[in-house]
């Protein structure tokens, strides 16, 4: 499986930014996509998943009505609303099927207060 984000940016605190990662290969089945994200001399973190087939989505609680995840075909979208400067950080697909994982590269996210 491959994985290709795209969509970061500098915006201002408030704003709005969309993320897109592309999925191609292998993304039948039991298949979950979603997005972590590192900021600057932090570990990095869980931001928001969706299954596949079920179509449930998981928030971590920092982005919890902000951020929206949502999925067209292979492709997993992350919409992210109310930007705050903490949100700055790379932020990277990830996909997973049982143990087996897949990481896309990271997309640079700042903002600016």
């Known amino acids: 499986v491959q994985l290709q984000a795209s969509g970061g940016g500098l915006v201002q605190a408030g704003e709005s930014l969309r993320l897109s990662c592309a999925a191609s290969g292998g993304t039948s089945g039991n298949f979950v996509m979603g997005w972590f994200r590192q900021a600057p001399g932090k570990g990095r973190e869980f931001v928001s998943r969706?299954?596949?087939?079920?179509?449930t989505t998981d928030y971590a609680e920092s982005v919890k009505g902000r951020f929206t995840i949502a999925r067209d075909k292979n492709t997993v979208y992350l919409q992210m609303n109310s930007l705050k400067p903490e949100d700055t950080a790379d932020y990277y697909c990830?996909?997973?099927?049982?143990?087996?994982?897949?990481w896309g590269q990271g997309t640079q996210v700042t903002v600016s207060s």
């Open positions: 990830r996909g997973a099927r049982g143990t087996a994982e897949y």
């Open positions: 969706l299954a596949w087939i079920s179509g």
